[in-house]
């Protein structure tokens, strides 16, 4: 599979802030880009998820961006909340959400009061 | 979003036995399956493709014949641990793919001993 490359590694955000995380891929094949917060044993959740024909989604406080040329996508938490406090995964597969999904390494998340 | 469940949620089980995981989709059909691999603190990695019907896909590096998976119907896919040792304790996931996105199920802990 195909490396994802996600960072920061933690995240520490004040109450209210704007959380930003980052991936980039390199498998241009990849057509189906989504994120999942996890807590702590726990399945995934998705949260949102972006297609390559579109340049940024958005929904509730989560917006996804995505540069095509630069092969990055990134996920934005508005008004960041301590119940956002959570492992946040991207992911990436090349059959439009058929193929088993390639994970970045994850985003430790804390969202300070 | 669609409901997947897994079963048993968590497992002890002594070294050289066989262990059973199920994982069913609740109130959609499932044609793919995903079963995954979570070591603490670290991402989710695929372990094997299950398409109802036909044999599961394994990813390089997993062993078909210790990780047995079986997908029966178009809501269960099973996945068998066998002759368990204790570096395959670990959090095991399941997925499963409605029509644009992979649904996550809640995790099963094996711990062998």
């Known amino acids: 599979q195909q490396q994802v490359k996600q960072s920061p590694q933690s995240l520490i955000v004040q109450k209210g802030g704007i959380s930003i995380i980052n991936c980039a891929y390199e498998n241009t094949a990849f057509d189906y880009f989504p994120w999942y917060q996890q807590f702590p044993g726990k399945g995934p959740a998705l949260l949102i998820a972006?297609?390559?024909?579109?340049s940024e989604k958005k929904e509730g406080r989560f917006t996804i961006s995505f540069n095509k040329s630069a092969k990055q996508f990134s996920l934005h938490i508005m008004d960041s909340q301590p119940g956002d406090s959570a492992t946040y995964f991207c992911?990436?597969?090349?059959?439009?959400?058929?193929?088993?999904?390639?994970f970045g390494k994850g985003t430790h998340l804390i969202i300070q009061p | 979003g669609a409901v997947v469940s897994q079963h048993p949620s968590w497992v002890i089980c002594k070294s050289g036995t066989s262990v059973k995981i199920e994982c069913r989709s609740l109130d959609f059909q499932a044609t793919t399956m995903f079963w995954y691999r979570q070591f603490p603190k670290q991402s989710l990695m695929l372990m094997a493709t299950s398409n109802e019907g036909s044999k599961a896909t394994y990813e390089q590096g997993v062993e078909k014949d210790k990780f047995l998976i079986n997908h029966a119907s178009l809501t269960l896919s099973t996945l068998t641990v066998t002759s368990a040792h204790p570096e395959d304790s670990s959090f095991y996931i399941c997925?499963?793919?409605?029509?644009?996105?992979?649904?996550f199920g809640p995790g099963t802990r094996l711990t062998v001993l």
């Open positions: 972006i297609r390559p024909d579109v």
């Open positions: 992911a990436a597969d090349s059959g439009g959400g058929a193929d088993g999904l390639t």
């Open positions: 997925s499963a793919r409605g029509f644009f996105e992979q649904f």
